[in-house]
Protein backbone atom coordinates (compact mmCIF):
# COMPACT_ATOMS: atom_id res chain seq x y z
CA UNK A 1 0.00 0.00 0.00
CA UNK A 2 1.64 3.19 -0.84
CA UNK A 3 1.27 6.42 1.45
CA UNK A 4 -0.76 8.48 -0.75
CA UNK A 5 -3.76 10.61 1.21
CA UNK A 6 -6.29 8.17 -0.23
CA UNK A 7 -4.64 5.22 0.90
CA UNK A 8 -4.06 6.20 4.41
CA UNK A 9 -7.06 7.62 5.58
CA UNK A 10 -9.03 4.25 3.87
CA UNK A 11 -6.41 2.45 5.95
CA UNK A 12 -7.77 5.05 9.16
CA UNK A 13 -10.94 3.97 8.70
CA UNK A 14 -10.75 0.30 8.92
CA UNK A 15 -8.94 0.90 11.93
CA UNK A 16 -11.17 3.00 13.37
CA UNK A 17 -13.73 0.64 12.45
CA UNK A 18 -12.00 -2.61 13.30
CA UNK A 19 -11.39 -0.96 17.07
CA UNK A 20 -14.62 -0.14 17.74
CA UNK A 21 -15.87 -3.93 17.25
CA UNK A 22 -13.27 -5.48 19.02
CA UNK A 23 -13.40 -7.20 22.44
CA UNK A 24 -11.79 -4.49 24.46
CA UNK A 25 -9.01 -5.80 27.20
CA UNK A 26 -11.20 -5.33 30.51
CA UNK A 27 -8.92 -3.14 33.25
CA UNK A 28 -7.79 -4.71 36.53
CA UNK A 29 -5.40 -3.49 39.33
CA UNK A 30 -4.02 -6.45 39.51
CA UNK A 31 -0.29 -6.40 37.85
CA UNK A 32 -0.12 -9.86 36.55
CA UNK A 33 -3.79 -10.47 35.71
CA UNK A 34 -3.05 -7.11 33.82
CA UNK A 35 -0.17 -8.65 31.61
CA UNK A 36 -1.93 -11.61 30.73
CA UNK A 37 -4.58 -9.81 29.78
CA UNK A 38 -2.46 -7.76 27.80
CA UNK A 39 -0.47 -10.99 26.03
CA UNK A 40 -4.15 -11.85 25.13
CA UNK A 41 -4.85 -8.30 23.67
CA UNK A 42 -1.64 -8.45 21.00
CA UNK A 43 -3.00 -12.26 20.40
CA UNK A 44 -5.96 -10.02 19.51
CA UNK A 45 -4.57 -7.48 17.35
CA UNK A 46 -1.94 -9.89 15.86
CA UNK A 47 -4.74 -12.48 14.14
CA UNK A 48 -6.45 -8.92 13.17
CA UNK A 49 -3.31 -7.63 11.21
CA UNK A 50 -2.47 -4.37 13.19
CA UNK A 51 0.62 -5.63 14.67
CA UNK A 52 4.06 -5.44 12.50
CA UNK A 53 2.35 -2.41 10.35
CA UNK A 54 5.40 -1.74 8.73
CA UNK A 55 7.67 -5.36 9.08
CA UNK A 56 8.47 -7.27 6.19
CA UNK A 57 5.23 -9.48 4.98
CA UNK A 58 8.04 -12.62 4.97
CA UNK A 59 8.55 -12.37 9.06
CA UNK A 60 5.30 -12.13 9.74
CA UNK A 61 4.38 -8.13 9.82
CA UNK A 62 1.80 -6.22 7.03
CA UNK A 63 4.56 -4.92 4.72
CA UNK A 64 2.99 -1.47 5.58
CA UNK A 65 4.72 2.04 6.45
CA UNK A 66 5.63 3.98 9.36
CA UNK A 67 3.26 6.24 8.70
CA UNK A 68 0.55 3.30 8.20
CA UNK A 69 1.65 2.72 12.01
CA UNK A 70 1.70 5.70 13.31
CA UNK A 71 -2.13 5.95 12.18
CA UNK A 72 -3.27 2.64 13.66
CA UNK A 73 -1.26 3.93 17.14
CA UNK A 74 -3.39 7.05 16.91
CA UNK A 75 -6.41 5.26 16.57
CA UNK A 76 -5.38 3.11 20.09
CA UNK A 77 -4.93 6.25 21.55
CA UNK A 78 -8.61 7.59 20.30
CA UNK A 79 -10.08 4.72 21.74
CA UNK A 80 -8.67 4.21 24.95
CA UNK A 81 -7.00 1.56 24.01
CA UNK A 82 -3.43 -0.43 25.41
CA UNK A 83 -0.81 -1.13 22.53
CA UNK A 84 0.74 -4.58 22.18
CA UNK A 85 1.74 -6.10 25.28
CA UNK A 86 5.60 -6.57 23.50
CA UNK A 87 6.46 -2.84 23.52
CA UNK A 88 10.26 -3.75 23.69
CA UNK A 89 10.55 -6.21 20.70
CA UNK A 90 8.16 -4.65 18.99
CA UNK A 91 10.03 -1.05 18.86
CA UNK A 92 13.15 -1.14 20.58
CA UNK A 93 15.72 -5.18 20.30
CA UNK A 94 13.21 -6.31 17.56
CA UNK A 95 14.34 -3.64 15.20
CA UNK A 96 17.94 -4.37 15.92
CA UNK A 97 17.47 -8.16 15.66
CA UNK A 98 15.61 -7.62 12.28
CA UNK A 99 18.37 -4.99 10.75
CA UNK A 100 21.27 -7.04 12.06
CA UNK A 101 20.55 -10.45 12.67
CA UNK A 102 21.42 -13.78 10.20
CA UNK A 103 18.15 -14.72 8.33
CA UNK A 104 18.30 -17.65 10.29
CA UNK A 105 18.15 -15.78 13.95
CA UNK A 106 15.63 -13.63 11.75
CA UNK A 107 13.53 -16.07 11.06
CA UNK A 108 14.13 -18.07 14.25
CA UNK A 109 13.00 -14.88 16.49
CA UNK A 110 10.66 -12.38 14.63
CA UNK A 111 7.61 -14.21 13.76
CA UNK A 112 7.11 -15.10 17.70
CA UNK A 113 7.93 -11.70 18.69
CA UNK A 114 5.25 -10.25 16.72
CA UNK A 115 2.65 -13.13 17.58
CA UNK A 116 3.18 -12.03 21.14
CA UNK A 117 4.26 -15.65 21.80
CA UNK A 118 7.91 -14.63 23.06
CA UNK A 119 8.39 -11.18 25.57
CA UNK A 120 11.12 -9.87 25.55
CA UNK A 121 13.46 -7.75 27.82
CA UNK A 122 16.46 -5.58 27.30
CA UNK A 123 19.60 -6.02 29.97
CA UNK A 124 21.52 -2.96 29.40
CA UNK A 125 22.43 -1.47 32.53
CA UNK A 126 24.35 -2.58 35.70
CA UNK A 127 24.54 -1.24 39.00
CA UNK A 128 27.89 0.65 38.34
CA UNK A 129 27.01 0.94 34.72
CA UNK A 130 23.66 3.03 33.68
CA UNK A 131 24.54 6.21 32.01
CA UNK A 132 27.94 5.36 31.65
CA UNK A 133 27.34 1.77 29.62
CA UNK A 134 30.55 1.23 28.37
CA UNK A 135 31.79 0.74 31.43
CA UNK A 136 29.76 -2.45 32.13
CA UNK A 137 31.41 -5.82 33.71
CA UNK A 138 29.01 -8.34 32.69
CA UNK A 139 30.93 -10.99 31.03
CA UNK A 140 30.85 -13.62 28.60
CA UNK A 141 33.79 -15.90 28.08
CA UNK A 142 33.76 -18.57 25.06
CA UNK A 143 33.66 -22.31 25.95
CA UNK A 144 33.59 -24.00 22.57
CA UNK A 145 30.14 -23.22 20.86
CA UNK A 146 28.85 -21.52 24.06
CA UNK A 147 29.73 -18.74 25.51
CA UNK A 148 29.35 -18.74 29.87
CA UNK A 149 27.90 -15.29 30.95
CA UNK A 150 28.40 -14.04 34.41
CA UNK A 151 27.38 -10.63 36.05
CA UNK A 152 24.60 -8.87 36.85
CA UNK A 153 21.95 -6.19 35.63
CA UNK A 154 19.47 -3.73 36.74
CA UNK A 155 15.98 -1.68 35.84
CA UNK A 156 15.31 -4.45 33.03
CA UNK A 157 11.76 -3.75 32.65
CA UNK A 158 9.16 -7.06 32.24
CA UNK A 159 12.25 -9.69 32.97
CA UNK A 160 9.84 -11.95 35.00
CA UNK A 161 7.59 -12.28 32.27
CA UNK A 162 10.11 -12.24 29.31
CA UNK A 163 11.23 -15.14 27.49
CA UNK A 164 14.36 -13.60 25.76
CA UNK A 165 16.54 -10.45 27.06
CA UNK A 166 18.99 -8.47 24.60
CA UNK A 167 21.89 -8.52 26.89
CA UNK A 168 25.46 -7.01 26.45
CA UNK A 169 27.93 -8.39 28.11
CA UNK A 170 32.06 -8.07 27.48
CA UNK A 171 33.63 -10.67 25.80
CA UNK A 172 37.01 -9.64 24.90
CA UNK A 173 38.74 -7.31 28.18
CA UNK A 174 41.40 -6.31 26.47
CA UNK A 175 39.92 -4.15 24.32
CA UNK A 176 38.94 -0.61 24.91
CA UNK A 177 35.42 0.50 26.55
CA UNK A 178 33.21 0.77 23.80
CA UNK A 179 34.92 -2.20 21.66
CA UNK A 180 35.34 -5.73 23.38
CA UNK A 181 31.00 -5.82 23.63
CA UNK A 182 28.90 -8.18 22.27
CA UNK A 183 25.02 -8.17 21.99
CA UNK A 184 23.87 -11.82 23.15
CA UNK A 185 20.39 -13.34 23.09
CA UNK A 186 19.59 -15.01 26.10
CA UNK A 187 16.86 -17.36 26.73
CA UNK A 188 15.40 -16.20 30.09
CA UNK A 189 14.89 -20.04 31.36
CA UNK A 190 18.68 -20.75 30.96
CA UNK A 191 20.04 -22.73 34.16
CA UNK A 192 22.34 -20.44 36.17
CA UNK A 193 19.69 -17.29 35.42
CA UNK A 194 17.93 -15.12 38.19
CA UNK A 195 15.59 -12.88 38.19
CA UNK A 196 14.98 -10.59 41.51
CA UNK A 197 11.83 -8.12 40.73
CA UNK A 198 12.24 -4.23 41.83
CA UNK A 199 8.60 -2.42 43.45
CA UNK A 200 7.90 0.74 41.77
CA UNK A 201 6.56 3.79 44.36
CA UNK A 202 3.12 2.13 43.00
CA UNK A 203 2.82 -1.16 43.62
CA UNK A 204 4.05 -2.66 40.56
CA UNK A 205 6.72 -4.90 39.55
CA UNK A 206 7.77 -4.22 36.24
CA UNK A 207 11.69 -3.27 36.78
CA UNK A 208 14.25 -6.29 37.87
CA UNK A 209 17.29 -7.33 38.47
CA UNK A 210 19.18 -10.36 36.36
CA UNK A 211 21.96 -12.38 37.54
CA UNK A 212 23.76 -14.29 35.64
CA UNK A 213 25.54 -17.34 37.14
CA UNK A 214 27.74 -19.47 34.33
CA UNK A 215 24.83 -18.91 32.08
CA UNK A 216 25.30 -21.16 28.65
CA UNK A 217 24.19 -19.62 25.46
CA UNK A 218 25.05 -21.11 21.77
CA UNK A 219 27.19 -18.81 20.01
CA UNK A 220 24.92 -18.50 17.32
CA UNK A 221 23.16 -16.41 19.72
CA UNK A 222 25.53 -13.95 19.15
CA UNK A 223 23.50 -10.98 17.23
CA UNK A 224 25.83 -9.24 14.69
CA UNK A 225 29.62 -10.07 14.76
CA UNK A 226 31.60 -10.37 17.99
CA UNK A 227 32.90 -7.54 20.09
CA UNK A 228 30.48 -5.24 17.68
CA UNK A 229 27.92 -4.99 20.53
CA UNK A 230 28.16 -1.30 21.12
CA UNK A 231 27.06 -0.26 17.39
CA UNK A 232 23.85 -2.38 18.21
CA UNK A 233 23.37 -1.22 21.30
CA UNK A 234 22.93 2.51 19.91
CA UNK A 235 20.68 0.83 17.11
CA UNK A 236 18.67 -0.41 19.63
CA UNK A 237 18.71 2.93 21.69
CA UNK A 238 18.10 5.00 19.11
CA UNK A 239 14.93 3.11 18.62
CA UNK A 240 14.05 2.95 21.98
CA UNK A 241 14.54 7.02 21.91
CA UNK A 242 12.41 7.43 18.51
CA UNK A 243 10.45 4.58 17.19
CA UNK A 244 8.91 4.15 21.37
CA UNK A 245 8.30 7.51 21.58
CA UNK A 246 5.51 7.66 18.31
CA UNK A 247 3.40 5.36 20.24
CA UNK A 248 4.09 7.22 23.74
CA UNK A 249 3.23 10.87 22.86
CA UNK A 250 0.02 9.58 21.10
CA UNK A 251 -0.84 7.23 24.42
CA UNK A 252 0.15 11.17 25.97
CA UNK A 253 -2.33 12.97 23.86
CA UNK A 254 -4.92 10.54 24.73
CA UNK A 255 -4.47 11.38 28.44
CA UNK A 256 -4.13 15.00 28.27
CA UNK A 257 -7.83 14.72 26.50
CA UNK A 258 -9.00 12.98 29.06
CA UNK A 259 -7.70 15.55 31.44
CA UNK A 260 -10.21 18.59 29.56
CA UNK A 261 -13.37 16.11 29.42
CA UNK A 262 -12.78 15.81 33.58
CA UNK A 263 -12.12 19.03 33.75
CA UNK A 264 -14.73 20.42 31.26
CA UNK A 265 -18.01 21.37 33.33
CA UNK A 266 -15.64 21.95 36.33
CA UNK A 267 -14.09 25.55 34.27
CA UNK A 268 -16.91 26.42 32.37
CA UNK A 269 -17.55 29.77 33.70
CA UNK A 270 -15.16 29.46 36.81
CA UNK A 271 -13.06 33.07 36.02
CA UNK A 272 -11.36 32.04 39.63
CA UNK A 273 -9.64 29.02 37.95
CA UNK A 274 -7.96 30.89 35.47
CA UNK A 275 -4.74 29.55 36.38
CA UNK A 276 -5.34 26.01 35.84
CA UNK A 277 -6.79 27.22 32.12
CA UNK A 278 -3.40 28.77 31.86
CA UNK A 279 -1.87 25.80 32.91
CA UNK A 280 -3.79 22.99 30.42
CA UNK A 281 -2.70 25.78 27.67
CA UNK A 282 1.26 25.36 28.41
CA UNK A 283 0.86 21.41 28.13
CA UNK A 284 -1.26 21.62 24.98
CA UNK A 285 1.21 23.77 23.20
CA UNK A 286 3.85 21.48 24.18
CA UNK A 287 1.83 18.54 22.95
CA UNK A 288 1.27 19.91 20.01
CA UNK A 289 4.84 21.14 19.47
CA UNK A 290 5.36 16.96 20.27
CA UNK A 291 2.73 16.10 17.61
CA UNK A 292 4.81 18.04 14.72
CA UNK A 293 8.20 16.39 16.01
CA UNK A 294 6.61 12.85 15.87
CA UNK A 295 5.79 13.77 11.92
CA UNK A 296 9.37 14.08 11.34
CA UNK A 297 10.48 11.65 13.51
CA UNK A 298 8.08 9.26 11.41
CA UNK A 299 9.40 10.28 8.38
CA UNK A 300 13.18 9.85 9.60
CA UNK A 301 12.70 6.01 11.08
CA UNK A 302 10.45 5.24 7.62
CA UNK A 303 13.67 6.65 5.84
CA UNK A 304 16.00 3.95 8.16
CA UNK A 305 17.99 7.72 9.69
CA UNK A 306 18.24 5.88 12.79
CA UNK A 307 20.28 6.19 15.20
CA UNK A 308 21.03 9.68 15.10
CA UNK A 309 21.33 12.48 17.85
CA UNK A 310 17.51 13.22 16.84
CA UNK A 311 16.68 10.46 19.01
CA UNK A 312 18.07 12.05 21.84
CA UNK A 313 15.92 15.26 21.23
CA UNK A 314 12.60 13.26 20.86
CA UNK A 315 13.25 11.57 24.19
CA UNK A 316 14.10 14.36 25.85
CA UNK A 317 10.59 16.30 24.32
CA UNK A 318 8.92 12.92 25.65
CA UNK A 319 10.09 12.51 29.38
CA UNK A 320 9.16 16.58 29.67
CA UNK A 321 5.65 16.33 28.05
CA UNK A 322 4.74 12.95 29.43
CA UNK A 323 5.49 14.65 32.91
CA UNK A 324 4.10 17.54 31.97
CA UNK A 325 0.66 15.87 31.38
CA UNK A 326 0.33 14.14 34.98
CA UNK A 327 1.76 17.31 36.73
CA UNK A 328 -1.31 19.10 35.45
CA UNK A 329 -3.45 16.74 36.69
CA UNK A 330 -2.33 16.27 40.05
CA UNK A 331 -1.88 19.80 40.66
CA UNK A 332 -5.63 19.93 39.78
CA UNK A 333 -6.52 16.73 42.19
CA UNK A 334 -5.12 19.20 45.12
CA UNK A 335 -5.43 17.79 48.57
CA UNK A 336 -7.17 14.74 46.88
CA UNK A 337 -4.21 13.30 45.04
CA UNK A 338 -2.79 11.88 48.29
CA UNK A 339 -6.65 9.95 49.01
CA UNK A 340 -7.39 6.49 48.11
CA UNK A 341 -10.35 6.41 45.85
CA UNK A 342 -10.02 10.41 46.23
CA UNK A 343 -11.93 12.20 43.50
CA UNK A 344 -12.17 15.84 42.37
CA UNK A 345 -12.91 18.41 39.74
CA UNK A 346 -13.85 15.27 37.68
CA UNK A 347 -10.29 13.83 38.17
CA UNK A 348 -9.21 10.59 39.99
CA UNK A 349 -6.14 10.06 42.25
CA UNK A 350 -5.95 6.51 41.64
CA UNK A 351 -4.98 7.15 37.81
CA UNK A 352 -3.11 9.68 38.04
CA UNK A 353 -0.95 9.76 41.05
CA UNK A 354 0.38 6.65 40.16
CA UNK A 355 1.03 7.67 36.50
CA UNK A 356 2.89 11.19 38.07
CA UNK A 357 4.90 8.34 40.11
CA UNK A 358 6.18 6.73 36.43
CA UNK A 359 6.27 9.26 34.60
CA UNK A 360 9.21 10.94 36.58
CA UNK A 361 10.73 7.47 35.71
CA UNK A 362 10.82 8.89 32.06
CA UNK A 363 13.95 11.46 33.28
CA UNK A 364 15.78 7.88 33.49
CA UNK A 365 14.60 4.65 31.19
CA UNK A 366 16.30 4.94 27.93
CA UNK A 367 19.67 7.20 29.05
CA UNK A 368 19.02 10.23 31.48
CA UNK A 369 17.73 13.36 30.72
CA UNK A 370 21.15 14.82 31.22
CA UNK A 371 22.36 12.03 29.15
CA UNK A 372 19.99 13.54 26.20
CA UNK A 373 21.23 17.07 26.76
CA UNK A 374 24.53 16.21 26.40
CA UNK A 375 24.12 14.09 23.39
CA UNK A 376 22.20 16.99 21.53
CA UNK A 377 25.13 19.60 22.66
CA UNK A 378 28.05 17.69 21.37
CA UNK A 379 26.28 15.92 18.06
CA UNK A 380 23.32 17.76 17.38
CA UNK A 381 25.22 21.45 18.31
CA UNK A 382 28.76 20.82 17.45
CA UNK A 383 29.24 22.09 21.37
CA UNK A 384 32.48 20.88 23.26
CA UNK A 385 32.74 17.66 25.24
CA UNK A 386 31.73 18.20 29.02
CA UNK A 387 34.86 17.41 31.50
Not at 72 to 92: H, K, M, N, Y
Request: charged share 25%; net charge negative.
Amino acid sequence: MTEAAGDLEQYRAEAREWLAAVDAPKSTEDYLEHLRGLRNWHRALYEGGWVGIQWPKRFGGQGLTIRHKLIFEEELGRARLPQPSTSIGLDVVGPTILRYGTDAQRERFIPPLLAGDELWGQGFSEPDAGSDLASLRTRAVRDGDELVISGQKIWTSWASDADWCAVLARTDPSLERHRGISYLLVEMDSPGLTVRPIIHMNGDAEFNEIFFDDVRIPVDNVLGNFEEGWKLAMDTLGHERSTFVLRRAVENRASFMDIVDGLRDYLDGVSAEADVAAHLGRVYVELRTMEAQTRATARRVGAGDVPTALDSVDKLSLSETEQSVYELAVECLGSERMVVGGRTKGLDADRWTPGLMYARSASVYGGTSQIQKSIIAERALGLPKGR
